[in-house]
């Protein structure tokens, strides 16, 4: 959909430049002309949003990194070393720890908008396969984060993942060694997990730029799940449409974020990780960041420690097959009524098993956790397969201009 | 704890352990021998990998403690109610320190909770304006009445003490110079109190926890309220240990010596124990976030930019979309 670039440099110097190195082409085609279909909402924010949160996580990672210490003594003293001492070290620390929940937020909203409106679909397969990878890498590297504060809740949630490798049978013990440096959680592996951590963010940055190159490839679906037909009559450019419409769903966001900052800044953690690591003293009830929390809720659920890290593994995996678990032919979900109520089923479910997952475990939660662990499997290896086979859809619009113009001025923006 | 005493509390702990039923939620008075021992003061459902045995020695080792005899089972099913909800001034969207509170706080750390918790602080951070806002001179004198170890040995090579200054780190409680040495003798560590307030919660539970985050009714105080109530919390006549508000009602600390009077107030607040308790309390949350103050009054010039900022990007993208309707 990119094209060929119509960059005409307007300077000598630029047309210079631009002979030998196409970049300001490549950067006017893909963010000023670039089409996108006029009638996106405020669900299509959440890709700018998220290019903002990775620097951001970037940038004031990289500054706590110069004040941090990786060592297993010293690591909990450093934190509130920045905390105190380091100017506004307070301000670059709890942006980066709510940092990390915006991020998941903003992933959140923008893998469910593609759930939604079947942004999976062809011939977007490949660009969802890349999505699933970032969505992977952000969870190894929000997990290794938080293991570097070295308080309780670092200390054991490290412990415990850490250990489901030791479910893999035959060398799963020497795995979970192997990943350690040590024959436990110690100062070996919050050295390793230190390093990663830094290393995998730019590993995101790198699939992110595949993301996106895959987007322009293909363009970006739509609420209505109709390919753009007309460029003149479906799209509008991204400059200023898009950019504008991002820039003040960005701003909106960073309210939020803003809100989690200054004053609610430790509302997401757990008090516990202000006691520093302790090996001998097993937190009562050790729970992960709640952006994890569905997941650890289907791995307790599993009484076999190996099926249960498999159905942990699997949940996410799952995701990279919907392309094709998916078999029905109409992307948006405006036009598939029985979809659309199993979508907010399957919304609810995943809350349900994200509040479960930081409940302690009895017979009811344990019973409610396997009940809603077997809801969120069916979804994909049940539901999504069937449905397309079976249910009646709506007629869809004949072009995006139409939805536009069938609805109206005021309807083509729902979300204000 | 249960390196020292395991032993010698053997048969003791037996005893409990029959007489409470190895159910009992009270076998939280857990083996640490740190600083910061979190879940010592939670229940410990979950097997530790200290071993299940592990508990059972550190509850034992509470009862030689307190003189008295074993709690009865009435006494660890009793109810567990949560932490009444204060006023602090700190909470909400402008809230502050109290620097008088926080004055008086610190006499009351300095005096009573300071002869074994250990506050890992410099003397020169009391000086801070938000916070208890000592003058200068006066954290002079004060770290002048400290013997603080030198960092370095002198030149023959002997590790020396000299008088504090208002730099170095407030010292270890004397009679306690590590966390080993306070665990033999109250079966776990005394924590240190620098993050202690941010370290402690209960569970609020749903809805409540949704409603806690939002603007206006937010509730972030959940560290001091549960410090508080374990200060007030003392109500049994004859155990020092029992405490209502604390998971399991068995706490390793004893009832600390904050009776009415016993900590003379100079500014006219009356010397009780709930203010006691409220002013360390407050001490001890300055003490975990002392940049309380500067964060909020950053967040409101960044609050007010946000919203106007977002306001206007919002007219300039209807102006722009407004055109190709």
Redesign the interface.
Known sequence: MSGSSTYVPKSAVGRWFESRLPIMGLVHSSFIVYPTP?NLNYMWTFGAILSFMLVAQIVTGVILAMHYTPESTMAF?SV?HI??DVNYG??FR?LHSNGASMFFFAVYMHIFRGLYYGSYKAPREVLWILGVIIYLLMMATAFMGYVLPWG?MSFWGATVITNLFSAIPLVGKSVSIWLWGAYAVDNATLNRFFSLHYLLPFMIAGVVGLHVWALHVVGQNNPDGVEVKNVERDT?AFT??AT??D??GL??F??LY??F???????LGD??N???A?????????VPEWYLLPFYAILRAIPNKLIGVICLFGAIALLAFLPWLDTSPVKSAKYRPVFRVFFWVFVAVCLGLG?LGSQ?VNDSTTLAARLLAFCYFAFFLIVLPLLGLFEKTKPLPISIADAVLAKG?PA??PAE | MIRFKKTALAPATLALLLALGAASRADDAAPAATPAAPSAEKPAPAAAPATAAAPTPAKAAAAPNTGETAPTDVDADAEQPSPPRQHWSFSGLFGTYDQAQLQRGFKVYREVCSTCHRLSIPFRTLEDPSGPGFSEAQIKALAATYQVTNDSPNDKGEIFKRPGIPSDIIPPPEAYPNPEAAAATFGKAPPDMWVLAKARKYERGFPWFIFDALPFVQYQEVGADYVDAILNGYTHPKDPNWNLYFPGHKIAMPQPPISDGAVEYTDGTPAKTANYAQDVTAFLAWAAEPTLAERKKIGLRVMVFLIIFAGLLYFTKRRVWDKIH
Do not use: G
């Not at chain 1, 302790?278 to 050790?286: E, G, K, M, Q």
């Open positions: 006029r003293s509130e905390m105190r307070w301000l709890y309780q509008v200023p449409y504008l419409k820039a003040f701003a909106v960073l309210i803003a809100w900052v200054f004053y609610i800044p430790n509302y008090a516990d202000y006691n520093n302790n090996p001998l003293v097993t937190p009562a009830h050790i509040w302690e001025a083509a923006q």
